[in-house]
């Protein structure tokens, strides 16, 4: 790693440290492994799980009532035809995106101090697209007719029509899902192997060893495994960008006011990144304390993802500055109509609560003593997550209901409905979430291995070595015992 | 008595009746069943022990019980499949007598016939697949009809089919047979044919049939002392007083408004309701087209009370309260010269209007109309007859006729002297034909309601097409057929006779009031047809050749040339002696009959509850309605978002009844300190569509105040109620309405030139002055190249200066395409199915605004937003430029519909469509897929009628005639307002004029798309409106209308 | 050494012999010093010759002689098959097999095209990616002789580990072993077949 040569020249990064002191292979792994491997549960752990399971089932339960009844168990009319369900698609989308960012994005920009971060990210991303996958399924009135989406051949010998921003979706959703699933499951094969190894139950090491797939550190398998790592890093870049950019197209290609912006791809990938590092931290902080994983997850950090906020939700407030300017510049009555109602209409609240969530609350981050503050931080991230979902309903309902015709415009009221669809999507992404700290190494190992002092190779110490000569067998110190 | 002794408990079974429950599922094994009476729980305990666990039985518990339980299971599942056997759906019952000739299955036939409606009746073409009426046309033959219906007769087919239909003779609720009846009922006669009939009332509605009269007659003959009562609400009592007062003697008034340049409407809305307004409609409109570089046009002044339809069409329109509009016509009598008249005072605005009027009708000697509102007092009337006199119409531009009605009498006095009869005991036998007096009867002096007064008579005999109050206070209830099922006969609005023959057999044990009054004469057997045809047959219209006649008479749907001659009537010197001013108070109330549900006998034919009236757009309800000045003095504006349509209560109090608390409604245009209500809502036993909604505003009116209450007491009362509304009251730009939402400023709305609109100055000046502002794409102006449509090329023109907004056009496409009716809750969440509606916008100050109606509808783009977003190609064009909606292959995204400029998709959000009712099933259109859950639907231009028409060509190898196609919308059209047509190449050869209508009339100036700039080139477009406002009372009409009021 | 020891030592290679031995495993304690072993060995002439680590080391792979692999290039094939498969499904359902009016739009509608062309090129270079490296890896592969080896477990953990085939040329039993312990291994030890 690039982290490990510029060390090596002898440069000192005077930044906090990625890792804690003190740390050695066996540390490391026995401090990761061991929260996979330790037998029973913790009871926060259990407690909160609960919660959250309660949560997933409310989410099955509104699904199968709606497949029984129909959308109209929601709010959804004409002219919004649209609502929550999509909202929740979009938000679900943008959280899923730091995932990636963090994992695809900053390793090729050699950013050494992912690697603690990462896995969880990813992990994040894939329950993330996966409740975001829900939406679109669920939201059509014959979810059972959905496979017409995909260009199956049928007796009816039609296809699917790829001009519309629907398709894209669901191609570039599928996609999304699966290099996310790829990127991160290679990832965890090592892991695998490492725990393995170490597993004291048979049963562990069975289920452990299949995942591994019999990897056993080959200096040629880390090779190709290097090469295919970073590559899968730079598809998923520009496919992260892709994915929330075909997004923005669902409303950008519409002809509806408040939709039809030039505008929305940079502006829908800025927000989707800035909310889903709010995300991270909203996870992340309960985490690492819960854990005691200081040591791994470092003030470091959260500051940059503090950072990283900042600068994209600059953008985002960009974007609705110029959303207002465009109104206002291109003498459109409709545009212009658009953002009044967006600012006075019946729904004028919201735009403002969402000005507050996303603009002026995490302004606070320039603060150096705010980004200090796990618990400012914290809330912050939670005003943002609440900003986000805000920002769609203000896209996408608030320009609906008030669109072209004044004779059909109509207020969307939501049911009931609309919130347990929602907040059950939640409860399953924190479902999710429990299994995954709990059942899968959340930190990279291998990596935090390379990250150690004592993981570089040293030159001159080679080269001494190399001159040696006849050094008889040494003796072996015993491997510790992981999982007590 | 035998019918009392069989050993059921009957009341429960006939709850359930009432209830309709049953209606959903038609048969049942038996009474106790039906009843689901503790005892047939118990058998059912008896029969499965094992069904239900709450008893402690071991077999339960042990497996071989269980399995029991299973068997017993499995086999109840699979008798459940046998039902399917015995259940016979309806269908079969209603064979033909005799398969008509030239019957070709799957091939629509028309049949003429007429629906009466208050007595009068409108000529119909009925659409007929395979022996069952679907589809109801007007008949061009027709004098009253032209081809234009009103609502009620688009709807009327749906009553027909009404599940919740009296189906059979009852006795105190139990089922019985006609014969069972006529034993019964003969004996009664026998008593009272001993005392010449002394005891013996009959209470009919309004009927012009001549052998319903010539029965009555002979009934009387049979019975001297018999008396014969007419009542209906919709009794049009001042025009037949009015009548007496200027004519002394009744007469019918027939207006020709295509002879008119002046029209002065006396709170009248001669377009859209009373006899003849489909016929009044197509004459006036006639004068304003203003196609094919016509620049001539009527002009119409409205002094109104409710804003009406009518009112929305006037060049001028003063909103007056119902009480002065006596003074109104008077200060324009005097200026016009009517001798004979007491003087008028009037003052301020409402009189330099009446003075201006007056000076153009003047101005219009002879080419002038006056007409007064049917609800209008009979010295109203009278003093118009008085100025239509004084300006030299009768003969020019209207005539006078014998009365329509069989028994032209004062039908409030007629009620009344029943109702004495019956307090003093003096009926015995009380026989009521198709009125329904408990619920529509004024209450009479004293507060005393109908119904107590008619529990007097020992007696009682209801015929009707309902179980409804009036049924179910008397002993006998007979159930009578629907127009569609029985034969008989009416008269247009101008006199000229139809025979109404039916459809279908009746679907039920139904007789019609014919076969009733026969019974009454001892010919118990005789059938409504023989009784029909043996009245005409001496009859002079009908000449020597009767049968041959008579045959012709059904097909055209009209008796030939029977209409009866004009009559001269000397107007009476002194008229000032019997007209007496009114003496009103602060506040006035006004009693209408409903545009939807009329006076509340549909009440229970949902396409009518959920067509949004004409103005205010509200459906499922009636409400007070209230000026925005009056609802503020009364703290009665609604604050909440106006969308929902949160009403606030308001007190009424007439003459010290029981006040009727009602949510008031702000009308813009309605007058200061005046509330109008609407009848036939409040119902109890309308059945499962009617009942329970709205409020019985009947509770509230005399005998004295049948149509206007002078003098009443108004207060705000807490709570609210929702109103189901289907636009957004305030997307009218004038609307002042207190709301918390944001008001959208004028310049939000008119900036979008959705609506266009000039004076008739400014149109000669220069047409393009519409088009001001609007930005109008060239042809040339687009990224995709042309699709070539070498073919037909199907579009629409709707000429806004003609569409009176009468909603006739809904029910139509209603009726044709089979669309789903989703209910009160429904529409307030946003998802009424209607593919065409009436978009209503207003314009100018919220005391007197200007109102334009644009039907609205899938516009066919031919760069169609909708079909670029739909993922699975459901929305696709086809090679004649139709934007196609494919239902197998939607999926519901609803994409297409938020896409829409117009909104016009509506979306299956739940199952909307009956799927159950076997009645209903017979009322839809085969043609047309009945949709379900989960899709996407809009209006198809009528694809059926289009491919029907395209097959029908192609087998004569001819090209489709221009005018060939109509579509529902089109030809149900009073006033021609929709024109349909092809405008590709076929019809219209490349380098010539323009052939077919349409095409002409999208070359005319006025033409233009809605939200054109979108450049989505639609195959719909508009004609602009253009008022000719009198340049003396300010020209522009909205200014003027600041002024008003 | 005591005799007894010397021994069981002679006991193991015999049976080594006749048993198939796939070669020896020398054991080391850090990266350093297998780094430098490995270039010891390379340097020999060996070329049968393989190293595990618990994390990558870039120079240890360099050191046995390993440069380039073939991952990137599948990839890339991968790649451009995506592409012509995506866009090729979307002009021939759209505009070959099933020709419709869609919103008067044309039926090769190029730009709506792009998007989903993009992501199906980026879905099998994904996959191309992934299973490249799996089979170039020969894996999943359940059992391997190294595993044979007791301390090998710790290959994964913090030790580091390089093995001399027994069908390399220059392999001799005694030789190379005593080769091997030369270079400082902690252990070194027979991998049974």
């Known amino acids: ?484 | 008595m035998s019918h009392r002794d069989h050993h059921h408990d009957i009341a429960p079974i006939r709850e359930k009746i009432r209830k309709g429950i049953d209606k959903r599922r038609e048969f049942w094994r038996s009474l106790e069943e039906l009843a689901d009476t503790e005892k047939f729980r118990e058998f059912l305990h008896r029969e499965f022990p094992a069904v239900n666990p709450s008893e402690a039985d071991p077999s339960w518990l042990d497996p071989t019980g269980r399995r029991n339980f299973l068997k017993l299971m499995s086999a109840s599942l699979a008798f459940a499949g046998l039902t399917a056997c015995t259940n016979q759906p309806k269908e079969t019952i209603v064979p033909y007598v005799k398969t008509p000739e030239g019957l070709v299955p799957g091939k629509p036939q028309f049949y003429a016939t007429a629906m009466p409606l208050g007595g009068v009746a409108s000529g119909l073409l009925v659409e007929s697949h395979e022996g069952r009426p679907t589809k109801i046309e007007g008949n061009p033959d027709h004098p009253g009809s032209l081809g234009g219906t009103t609502v009620y007769e688009q709807a009327s087919v749906l009553t027909l089919y009404d599940p919740d239909r009296s189906q059979t003779m009852l006795y105190l609720g139990d089922p019985r047979t006609w014969g069972e009846f006529l034993n019964s009922f003969s004996q009664d006669l026998e008593d009272q044919r001993k005392k010449q009939g002394a005891g013996l009332r009959i209470l009919t509605e309004t009927s012009t049939s001549p052998s319903f009269a010539d029965q009555m007659n002979k009934v009387k003959a049979a019975f001297p002392q018999a008396k014969w009562h007419t009542y209906e609400p919709a009794s049009r009592n001042g025009a037949r007083l009015g009548a007496q007062m200027a004519f002394g003697q009744p007469v019918n008034t027939v207006y020709q408004f295509d002879k008119a340049n002046c029209v002065l409407s006396l709170d009248a809305d001669f377009l859209t309701s009373g006899p003849g307004s489909v016929r009044y409609a197509r004459d006036f409109i006639s004068r304003r087209r203003l196609t094919g570089g016509s620049n001539e046009m009527n002009r119409l002044y409205v002094a109104e009370s409710t804003l009406t339809a009518t009112g929305a069409k006037a060049d001028h329109r003063l909103p007056i309260r119902a009480g002065e509009v006596e003074a109104f016509a008077l200060a324009v009598a005097s200026a016009v010269g009517a001798t004979g008249l007491p003087s008028a005072n009037l003052t301020g605005d409402a009189a330099k209007f009446a003075e201006v009027v007056a000076k153009d009708l003047k101005a219009n000697n002879g080419k002038s109309i006056v007409i007064a509102g049917e609800h209008q007092s009979a010295s109203v009337h009278a003093i118009a007859h008085a100025i239509n006199a004084a300006l030299g119409a009768p003969g020019a531009t209207l005539y006078y006729t014998d009365p329509l009605e069989i028994d032209p009498v004062d039908q409030i006095a007629s009620i009344t002297e029943l109702v004495n009869d019956l307090n003093a005991k003096k009926v015995e036998l009380l026989v009521i034909i198709g009125a329904n007096p408990v619920y529509n009867a004024p209450i009479f002096s004293g507060g005393q309601i109908f119904l107590d007064a008619m529990k007097n008579a020992p007696k009682r005999v209801h015929m009707g097409l309902f179980n409804d109050e009036t049924a179910v206070n008397c002993q006998w209830h007979v159930s009578e057929t629907h127009f569609l099922e029985a034969w008989s006969d009416a008269r247009a609005y101008d006199g000229s006779f139809s025979i109404i023959q039916p459809l279908i057999q009746p679907l039920y044990n139904s007789k019609s009031p014919h076969e009733l009054l026969a019974a009454m004469l001892d010919q118990g057997g005789k059938s409504s047809y023989d009784i029909v045809r043996d009245y005409w047959r001496p009859q002079p219209q009908f000449g020597a050749n009767f049968d041959q006649n008579w045959k012709q008479s059904l097909h055209d749907g009209v008796v030939a040339n029977s209409a009866p001659p004009p009559k001269t009537v000397a107007l009476k010197g002194d008229l000032a002696a019997a007209i007496k001013p009114a003496t009103p108070g602060k506040y006035e109330l006004v009693f209408r009959l409903d545009p939807s549900v009329y006076d509340g006998r549909f009440a229970n034919n949902a396409w009518l509850q959920e067509l949004p009236k004409p103005i205010n757009k509200i459906a499922w309800d009636n409400f007070a309605i209230i000026s925005l000045k009056t609802a503020n003095e009364l703290g009665l504006a609604s604050e909440t978002e106006p969308q929902r349509a949160n009403a606030k209560m308001i007190r009424l109090s007439n003459e010290g009844l029981t006040p009727l608390d009602m949510p008031a409604w702000v009308q813009p245009g309605h007058p200061d300190n005046s509330v109008t209500v609407y009848l036939g809502y409040g119902r109890q036993r309308a059945g499962a569509v009617g009942d329970g909604h709205g409020f019985n505003t009947y509770s509230i009116r005399t005998v004295n105040t049948p149509f206007i209450a002078g003098n009443v007491q108004l207060e705000k009362v807490e709570g609210e109620y929702q109103l189901a509304g289907q636009q957004e009251h305030f997307n009218i730009d004038a609307s002042g309405i207190g709301v918390e939402a944001f008001i959208p400023e004028s310049d939000d709305l008119t900036g979008r030139h959705i609506v266009r609109t000039a004076t008739l100055e400014e149109y000669k000046k220069d047409p393009q002055v519409l088009h001001h502002g609007a930005h109008k794409p060239g042809e040339d102006v687009t990224m995709y190249p042309e699709w070539e449509y070498d073919g037909y090329a199907w579009a629409m023109s709707i000429d806004m200066n003609a569409c009176v907004g009468c909603n006739a056009c809904v029910v139509a496409c209603q009726s044709e395409n089979n669309t789903a009716v989703v209910g009160k809750e429904q529409v307030i969440k946003g998802r009424i199915m209607h593919w065409l509606r009436i978009d209503t916008y207003f314009r100018g100050g919220t005391d007197n605004p200007q109102v334009f109606f644009q039907p609205m509808m899938c516009q066919h783009c031919e760069k169609a937003p909708c079909e670029v977003v739909c993922p699975v190609n459901a929305a696709v064009h086809d090679a004649e430029g139709l934007n196609l909606q494919v239902y197998n292959r939607c999926v519901g995204t609803r994409y297409c519909a938020n896409n829409c400029p117009w909104k016009v998709r509506r979306f299956n959000y739940l199952l909307f469509g009956d799927w159950d009712t076997p009645s209903l099933k017979l009322a839809r259109n085969p043609e047309v897929t009945v949709r379900s859950r989960g899709v996407m639907e809009k209006c198809t231009f009528c694809l059926q009628r289009i491919m029907g028409a395209k097959i029908a060509s192609e087998n004569q190898n001819r090209t489709v005639q221009d005018g060939e196609i109509q579509t529902a919308c089109q030809s149900a059209c009073p006033t021609e307002a929709i024109v349909f047509g092809d405008i590709g190449q076929k019809s219209n050869p490349k380098g010539q004029a323009p052939q077919t209508r349409v095409a002409k009339l999208k070359a005319e100036p006025r033409d233009y798309a809605a939200l054109g700039e979108l450049n989505t080139r639609p195959r719909l477009t508009y004609l602009a409106a253009i008022q000719n406002p009198n340049p003396e009372l300010g020209g522009d009409h909205s200014k003027s209308g600041e002024k008003h009021g | 050494m005591t005799t007894q020891e010397e021994l069981i030592r002679e006991e193991a290679l015999t049976t080594a012999e006749g048993g198939g031995n796939y070669g020896l495993m020398a054991e080391f304690d850090s990266p350093s010093a297998v780094v430098a072993a490995a270039r010891r060995i390379y340097g020999e002439g060996y070329r049968r010759i393989n190293a595990y680590s618990p994390f990558p080391i870039e120079e240890l792979s360099h050191a046995i002689g390993f440069h380039r692999d073939y991952v990137a290039l599948c990839t890339l094939i991968c790649g451009v098959l995506g592409a012509l498969g995506g866009f090729m499904l979307q002009y021939w359902t759209g505009g070959i097999d099933y020709p419709l009016n869609v919103g008067g739009r044309p039926l090769m509608s190029l730009p709506s095209f792009i998007p989903i062309t993009f992501e199906c090129t980026v879905l099998l270079a994904a996959f191309g990616a992934f299973l490249g490296n799996l089979l170039m890896n020969r894996l999943p592969q359940p059992y391997h002789p190294t595993f044979n080896v007791p301390s090998f477990a710790r290959a994964s953990q913090d030790r580091f580990f390089l093995c001399v085939k027994s069908d390399d040329p220059m392999y001799n039993r005694t030789k190379t072993r005593a080769f091997l312990e030369s270079l400082g291994a902690i252990e070194v030890s027979n991998v049974e077949k």
């Open chain 1, 1 to 484: 790693m690039a982290e490990v040569n510029r060390e090596a020249e002898g440069y000192v990064d005077l930044r906090p440290p990625v890792m804690g002191p003190g740390q050695n292979f066996n540390s490391i792994a026995k401090k990761i492994g061991d929260i996979v491997l330790m037998r029973g549960f913790k009871k926060g752990w259990v407690f909160g799980f609960m919660i959250a399971f309660l949560g997933s089932v409310m989410m099955f339960n509104t699904i199968a009532y709606l497949v029984l009844k129909g959308v109209g168990i929601w709010g959804n009319q004409i002219p919004v035809g649209w609502a929550f369900d999509i909202i929740n698609f979009v938000w679900w989308i943008g959280i899923g995106h730091a995932g990636t960012l963090i994992s695809a994005i900053l390793l090729l920009l050699r950013q050494g101090w992912r690697n603690s971060i990462n896995r969880f990210a990813e992990a994040m991303t894939l329950f993330a697209v996966a409740c975001a996958g829900l939406f679109p399924l669920f939201h059509t009135g014959r979810p059972w007719m959905a496979y017409y989406l995909f260009p199956l051949p049928n007796t009816m010998s039609m296809w699917p029509q790829f001009r519309s921003p629907l398709m894209w979706d669901v191609f570039a959703v599928s996609t999304y899902l699966t290099v996310s699933a790829l990127f991160w499951f290679m990832g965890l094969v090592p892991d695998f192997a490492t725990m393995r190894d170490t597993a004291k139950k048979k049963w562990q090491r069975v289920v452990l060893g299949m995942l591994a797939m019999g990897w056993r550190g080959d200096a040629r398998h880390w090779h190709r495994y290097e090469t295919a790592y970073l590559l899968l890093a730079g598809l998923s870049t520009p496919l992260v960008l892709s994915v929330h950019t075909i997004v923005s197209f669902d409303f950008s290609t519409g002809i509806v006011p408040g939709w039809h912006a030039t505008i929305f791809p940079p502006y829908f990938v800025a927000g989707a990144v800035y909310a889903g590092f709010a995300m991270v931290l909203t996870l992340a902080i309960p985490v690492r304390k819960f854990y005691g994983l200081e040591d791994f997850i470092t003030m470091r950090h959260i500051r940059n993802c503090c950072k990283v906020m900042l600068a994209t939700g600059l953008i985002v407030a960009y974007g609705y500055l110029m959303e207002a300017f465009f109104a206002w510049y291109s003498g459109n009555t409709f545009e212009q109509f658009m953002m009044k109602n967006r600012m006075f209409g019946p729904y004028g609240m919201i735009y403002w609560l969402l000005i507050l969530c996303n603009v002026l609350v995490p302004s606070l981050l320039w603060w150096k003593k705010m980004r200090d503050n796990l618990f400012v931080i914290f809330i912050i991230s939670m005003f943002i997550n609440v900003g986000m979902w805000l920002e769609r309903f203000v896209i996408i309902v608030m320009s609906l209901n008030r669109d072209f015709t004044p004779s059909a415009w109509r207020m969307y009221y939501p049911t009931i409905f609309d919130f347990t669809m929602f907040f059950g999507t939640v409860g399953f992404f924190l479902t999710m979430m429990f299994l995954f700290i709990r059942f899968v190494p959340m930190i990279p190992i291998f990596e935090m291995k390379s990250l150690l002092p004592e993981a570089k190779v040293d030159e001159r110490k080679v080269k001494e070595l190399e001159r040696e000569e006849g050094r008889g067998p040494i003796g072996s110190s015993p491997l510790p015992q992981y999982g007590d």
